[in-house]
């Protein structure tokens, strides 16, 4: 990896982890189904309206309608509409963890349904990881997490595994904005008759709840997209995954410095050990450089 990729891998993750203390923000003072949908249907349309200034169309393969119909059930409604509707009870940082553990699910349910074969850096980085998880889950149960709350994350964590490997053969090919646009659509619609049907809508306005509407908007809702897919595109989707493994430091640390969120001594230690399971699984995905006769005569 160049600096580059490095500086937009680094700039992806902090984006995205800190989704979940504007999260937290909103659902403090908005609906959560209501304010998600809303924000999709913002997201969305910005995100088609630029693919169609890049002339982008509506035109796209099999696989690429799969993508948008899974990927916005699974992804939008199913995976960040239970964590919103979580954060009321859960903390942000502990909601980003659980979040963070969706490239050790997504390797376990593909050994498991699969039967992908796992190099054994893999397998230790499985056990790690989850070994980490249970750690952190095991200290906040004992200090009375909500169940409900935890069980909705577990929910939305697997579910954004399986949608990662319902599609994992689909390609955005030179669609990619406009199908996340659609996406984000379509996490709209399937959001939308919760929300009327459950939710009041009871607005508490301020300029915490508008501020962190808007940056999480632009900034995961759109920004982190443009910069992944960039991402992609320069060193490819395996190496650039490997950046997941930052999420759950960033996620806690963003939470403890905007939200005051306390970490006890085995949330840091769980921390670190899903963080280093993560990155083992994520490495070992990557494939050795071929060796040129260039580098064999060094």
Not at 55 to 72: A, D, E, K, N, P
Not at 78 to 98: D, K, P, V
Not at 163 to 183: E, F, I
Not at 200 to 224: I, Q, R, S
Request: glycine residues 10%.
């Amino acid at each position: 990896m160049d600096i580059r990729a490095i500086m937009m891998g680094l700039a992806f993750a902090v984006m995205w982890s800190s989704a979940f203390t504007s999260a937290r923000i909103i659902v403090a003072d908005a609906p959560p189904m209501t304010a998600l949908a809303i924000r999709f249907v913002i997201s969305g349309l910005m995100a088609m309206g630029l693919a169609r200034m890049l002339g982008q169309r509506i035109r796209l393969t099999r696989g690429q309608w799969i993508s948008v119909v899974v990927f916005g059930v699974c992804q939008n409604a199913l995976y960040l509409g239970l964590n919103f509707i979580a954060m009321q009870t859960i903390e942000a940082g502990f909601a980003s963890i659980i979040a963070s553990t969706m490239p050790l699910i997504v390797g376990l349910l593909g050994w498991v349904v699969f039967r992908d074969r796992l190099p054994m850096l893999a397998v230790v980085g499985l056990v790690v990881g989850f070994a980490g998880v249970a750690l952190i889950m095991g200290s906040r149960i004992s200090g009375g997490v909500d169940m409900y709350g935890l069980i909705l994350c577990v929910i939305a964590a697997v579910a954004l595994a399986v949608a990662t490997l319902s599609v994992r053969t689909a390609s955005g090919g030179g669609n990619l904005l406009m199908v996340v646009g659609l996406q984000m659509l379509v996490g709209a619609i399937a959001l939308a008759p919760f929300a009327l049907a459950l939710e009041p809508f009871e607005v508490n306005w301020n300029t915490g709840l508008v501020a962190a509407f808007a940056y999480t908007t632009l900034v995961p809702g759109l920004a982190a997209t443009w910069v992944w897919f960039e991402l992609v595109q320069r060193i490819g989707a395996v190496r650039a995954a490997t950046f997941h493994f930052l999420n759950p430091f960033f996620g806690v640390a963003i939470a403890a410095v905007l939200l005051g969120e306390q970490l006890g001594l085995l949330d840091v230690i769980g921390v670190a050990v899903v963080t280093v399971g993560i990155l083992a699984v994520q490495l070992s995905k990557q494939k050795p450089a071929p060796v040129t006769a260039d580098r064999a005569a060094t």
